[in-house]
């Protein structure tokens, strides 16, 4: 059975890392790092942040976009980016067990041709005049929702 992925786009904030790797870990999900990152893995902020979880986490590094794209359509599974640019609520979304959740770097989202690449795009409503929510915030929100969607949570004790 495949389960839902997180992956993360040339992540900028080691804390943020390791706090969706606790997330994963604690919500039976694998997470997908896209290189470079803007910190080394063994950084002491992602082990703080992620503590003891990261070793139960199931984590695939990729050396680049183009090997992450590879990995996702060899697998057949949607991408569904998170971004504040598209127009679809993520409560509003159709999620799949197999889809694998995009969110792009804390300081500049993802490139267009990210962006173009994924089969849909979700965002966070929020407040008028607010620009983003934390990255680690978002990725438990909408993996949250997912997991609803699809009856994952009953699996969980």
Known sequence: MMTLRIALYQPDIAGNTG?????????GLAV???????????????????????????????????????????????????????????????????DILLFGRESAGVPDHVHETADHRVRILMAEGQRSINLAVSAGMIAGEAIRQTGGFSGLS
């Open 19 to 27: 706090t969706i790797l606790r997330l994963a870990a604690c919500l």
């Open 32 to 98: 997908d790092i896209i290189e470079p990152a803007g910190f080394a893995l063994s950084d002491r902020n992602l082990k703080r942040a992620g503590m003891d979880y990261i070793a139960s986490t199931v984590m695939t590094r990729h050396l680049d976009w183009e090997a992450f794209d590879r990995f996702r359509r060899d697998s057949g599974r949607r991408l569904v980016l998170a971004s504040t640019k598209a127009s679809l609520g993520h409560t509003d979304f159709g999620y799949r067990k197999d």
